[in-house]
DNA sequence: CAAACAGGTCACCAGGTCAT
DNA sequence: ATGACCTGGTGACCTGTTTG
């Protein structure tokens, strides 16, 4: 059921605010709002303005426009680069990738999770992001969790929900943990540690990329990463080391290996890949390797991080190292920077990621990206900013990172060299601290001051925050987790990094985005102050997210259960208790009819698209546009039956709503 | 017809005045005035000071400016924050799912209005949010009235209008079930209770709003609650009481109960959902869900807080919470209170929405998702065209709502609190009124400068917009009719709420608001304060919230005449009862009147749908088309047809106007 | 040819400004 | 202090193009 919807996305959320995903953009699958806001932002890092929280920010459907710097941050974390995009349609063969390594991933995350997570500290640490609260859910609960559990929880995490639900069911099923992901993710960042462990599973999400492939992933990877020399980006980089930690560990280890290769990277995916798959299993054909990448893509959080981490050391992908390198830029920024620096536009922030490190480069891309990507050049301006940053963010940062580390790094150490963590910090934390932590009590001690910021909005309001502490939680993330990266884009992004490469690519345009921003100055100083939370309080909010993620399966409708475990869960985390347990079962549920539906998708798109045609034809008439277009709707609205259906069997469903309209029709 | 006016508002009335409505702010449909005073006050609770009359004055155009603390309250109850702010273009979907969901609605309404009526105290009471009146309705004509009817009833009231009727219906309708969620996300709040009472009603309104969905709606969500204490604010929100009565009884049923389950009202709405559509009638399937999505989106009101529930439940959203929060904790300030306290300005009052209910979900979730869809097709866009019909589409839906909301709205009884006509009289007006405006005009203005990019679009848009301002009016509606909803929205939201349930997180930036306002102080002030609200507030939920408002609004026509009423009523609220009994018997005039209207101009634009569509060529061409079309005339159909038939059955209604749009078809 | 994404378009809203 | 108006920006929808 549920399915369907989106064709695009496939249920996927998106994993910058936790909506439904429209399809997979720039890299990662998003809502209109993100894609848009990418797209606009990445040309214009100038018009973005410091973060109040430090780049804690929480990103979700509802405060994602309260933090201009930490939406795109986010952005950058989860992989989406300019580069990274693709044109034309995923093949099905993508999807299942994703979901495979969703599957996987979880599975591994699952793994290292708990394995892991101990480890660094917190264990999921995911926490972090969520800011407060989070963490330890994602974390916690993934130790905790029994393995197999865990895996799933990581992938439900991750995924989210379900990446594909279906599919993974299994792995989904685990359940509830779903909505840890975001979690952990937060944590992830923070983490990363932990979360890397997750994040393998994570990264795998992060990881890649992408999802899809598109082209190539494979492609994509690489280029990029070559190409630029941001990769190291890093500067800041340097981070790395901790970034490194994050993750990857696993798989990273390389991680500390920056540069080069980054190709390989991306490959990382095809760690994944490797890995059998759950659902797969089953499927035959499986290509294999090629989908993963995606993973990457995967998370919503981690990708680019992760990637960063990884990348770090690898390189990672372009995009990735973009990503995380404007992540860390803006992470940067918005911490530190303060003022100043900010990415260096020209550059691209990220610049390259390249890390790659074959091998584990995925881990450790992320790291390395992060920042300097710019790098090549502009590295410093990552820096800089993160120079600046401010300290809290930094410390931020290095929470996350050293609990990445640890988790991970555990061995790796990251690193020095990488300072990664620091980026990787930054971004982690900007990314999952963000909130969380000091998020949220900033917040409370924000309040304060808020000054700036404040100013602005509200500075009130993120008093409030505070409170929310708790809340938050939630959900989010989960949403995140549940898109599976269908190709990846990523992947291909890479490719095209290879332009980025260049510089990064987009660089020149693209690229833009130097983090820079001009947050950065005031960071901190916002930060502080602004201690709102503003924004982030909600952020958090996570739940919602998660919510919105339910719904966002909800599409089917198993789905929602899900959401309502999320928010469970979330609750739980945070408070846990709340919500709820149950979601799980439902989920299972969902994910079983998901699954079923799965199948059919592929199948069943076309039945939509029939509809969709259909269309066309009338348009053909023309003026019919206009028509076609109420048609559209009409299909759409259909269409959600028909989503639905698409993933079942398509047909089917499509046909009831057809038939319904045509019932219509036919009367008419 | 009138409509139109304001494309933004579709006719909508300020909430918190009754005048035209501007457009959808903070959560819900407002004046500007109404709009610039929320954004001031939100921050400066400090300057308000308190209220003379113990809180109970009434707000309308001619005294808004009188009390200022029951003017924020009143923002409060019908779902305003901060965070509940929606961005961007409303979506087809959305607003087609408004029209829907009026139609239900006002065939639920109608039913129950007349079965229930009697029961709740008022009936339907929709009135909540808009003050007033709502609550009682929902709850306990939930109960009372016969399922079905109940069910309907409650979506009146609920989603106010309605949620989305059609789909759900079922679903929700049985049950409230679902709410609970929601519900508990009053609760929540909850006070929830009360609030949720009133909420209900109210919330409904306010809840919901978003309307579009955009997000989420949801957003709004939950998050507030979460997080603040406030909720309770309650305080006195104890209040509930009264509102209680409001609505959900159904879910919330708890009437009385006020804390609480506000939430499920919110379901209610769910509730709605069930509802078959009236043109969908016929499908069996039902897509609906697909359709309704938007749920949240659809009203305002409604959705989200359906969606909430979802969430809710487990958290509300913090919109939500907030505002049902603040919302109780100023009633009771006022109310009892007096002085004295205020909302706890961080919660939401509403909470929750959450309604889920599993089963259902589906739909709901279809609705969400709905949207997505999208099409693939591409076609999409011919919202345009559309949109032709659209004013007087508009027209209709509105009427429709406001019938249905009469219907509903007497009901309520709205306790105390609002006097509930009032609003509605106001809204009346207003939504008669709308015109416009201002905003498009300005368009033109500003052309200037956009800094960069921006400014191009920016420009242009606006431009745009100052010719939309005919337009939109019109077509989007229609439109609205047309399209589906993509994905929509509402999934979108709700997911979201998860997190919200988490924290709302933001909230705490958001709302700042406390409640406490000066005012009260008290406690809650502080927390509110603090807590603010603020972010988070935002939202979430409230958007939603705010939907169901509108219709509260719907207040239509009658309104007006209200207005003057208002006084009366306000009078009465004082004294109690009011609210709520004759409504009813007033609606229905009014319905007729509508019908009347409404026929007409259904038909014409039906005529016009057809055409569009019709796209004769279309046919040919596809059926799908044809079903689209048919949908969208269905929708329009319905609507129009709904409106007229509201009364009846709601059922019947619903054939009807499917019959009707199949009609329409075959001419085509 | 169809699917699906980058980009562009433009509906709409938060906020700021300023006359009142 | 209010609220009309304007500015900036978000995001739903479309269009154009690439890819399966």
Chains 1, 2 share one sequence.
């Not at 901190?524 to 709102?532: F, G």
């Amino acid at each position: 059921m549920m399915n369907q919807d989106n064709p695009y996305a496939m249920n996927q959320t998106c994993k910058v605010c936790g909506e439904p995903a429209a399809g997979f953009h720039f890299g990662a699958f998003t809502c209109e709002g993100c894609k848009s806001f990418f797209g606009r932002s990445y040309n214009n890092l100038s018009s973005i303005s410091d973060c109040k929280n430090n780049g804690e920010c929480i990103i979700n459907k509802k405060n994602r426009t309260a933090c201009k710097a930490c939406r795109l941050k986010k952005c950058l974390m989860v992989g989406m680069s300019k580069s990274g995009s693709r044109y034309g349609r995923r093949s099905n063969w993508f999807k299942i990738h994703c979901l495979l390594q969703e599957q996987q991933q979880q599975a591994v995350a699952a793994m290292a999770a708990h394995h892991n997570s101990q480890q660094a500290g917190g264990g999921g640490a995911p926490g972090g992001s969520g800011g407060a609260g989070g963490m330890p859910n994602g974390v916690k609960a993934m130790s905790g969790v029994p393995p197999p559990a865990a895996a799933a929880a990581a992938l439900g995490m991750l995924g989210h929900p379900g990446g594909y639900p279906g599919l993974y069911a299994a792995a989904t099923a685990g359940g509830g943990g779903v909505r840890s992901k975001e979690e952990l993710m937060m944590l992830g960042l923070e983490s990363a540690g932990d979360y890397g462990a997750l994040k393998h599973p994570v990264v795998a999400s992060p990881s890649v990329s992408s999802p899809d492939s598109h082209n190539s992933d494979s492609s994509v990877e690489v280029s990029a990463v070559r190409g630029n020399p941001l990769l190291h980006l890093g500067g800041k980089s340097s981070a790395g080391g901790a970034g490194g930690g994050g993750g990857d560990g696993s798989q990273a280890s390389g991680g500390g290996a920056v540069p080069g290769r980054p190709p390989q990277l991306r490959k990382d995916l095809s760690p994944f890949l490797p890995l059998p798959f759950p659902g797969l299993g089953s499927m035959p054909v499986m290509p294999p390797p090629a989908f993963l990448p995606p993973s990457h893509l995967l998370f919503p959080g981690y990708h680019p991080a992760l990637y960063s981490h990884h990348q770090g050391l690898l390189k990672p992908t372009p995009e990735q190292q973009q990503a995380a390198v404007a992540a860390a830029a803006v992470q940067h920024l918005f911490n530190s920077s303060g003022a100043g620096q900010r990415f260096a536009p020209g550059t691209s922030p990220f610049g390259n990621h390249q890390q790659h490190q074959p091998p584990p480069q995925q881990h450790l891309k992320e790291e390395e990206q992060p920042a300097p990507t710019r790098s090549p050049s502009g590295h410093a301006n990552n820096n800089h900013l993160l120079t600046n940053g401010g300290a809290a963010d930094e410390l931020t940062k290095r929470f996350y990172l050293d609990a990445v580390l640890k988790s991970q790094r555990h061995s790796p150490p990251a690193t020095t060299k990488l300072p990664p963590h620091s980026k990787q910090d930054y971004s982690i934390s900007a990314l999952v601290t963000p909130n969380s932590e000091s998020g949220r009590e900033r917040v409370k001690s924000r309040q304060s001051n808020g000054q700036n910021d404040e100013d602005e909005e509200d500075d009130e309001v993120r008093t409030e925050q505070i409170r929310d502490g708790a809340e938050e939680d939630e959900e989010e993330e989960d949403l995140v987790v549940s898109m599976t990266p269908p190709h990846s884009p990523a992947h291909h992004q890479e490719p095209e990094t290879p332009a980025q490469v260049g510089i990064h690519p987009s660089p020149g345009q693209d690229d833009p985005i130097d983090l820079s921003m001009k947050t950065t100055g005031s960071s901190l100083s916002s930060k502080s102050s602004s201690p709102d939370m503003d924004p982030e309080p909600e952020n958090f909010s996570e739940g919602e997210k998660i919510e919105a993620e339910d719904e966002a399966y909800e599409e089917n409708d198993k789905e929602e259960d899900e959401e309502e475990e999320d928010l469970k869960i979330t609750t739980e985390e945070d408070q846990p208790e709340e919500h709820e347990k149950e979601p799980e079962e439902e989920q299972e549920q969902e994910d079983s009819e998901k699954t079923v539906k799965q199948a059919p998708l592929l199948n069943n798109n076309n039945s939509i698209s029939n509809n969709n045609n259909n269309n066309s034809i009338l348009s053909d008439s023309e003026a019919s546009e206009t028509i076609k277009r109420k048609l559209d709707e009409l299909i759409e609205a259909s269409s959600e039956n028909g989503k639905r259906l698409r993933l079942e069997s398509p047909a089917t469903t499509v046909k009831v709503a057809t038939s319904n309209a045509l019932d219509l029709t036919t009367k008419v």
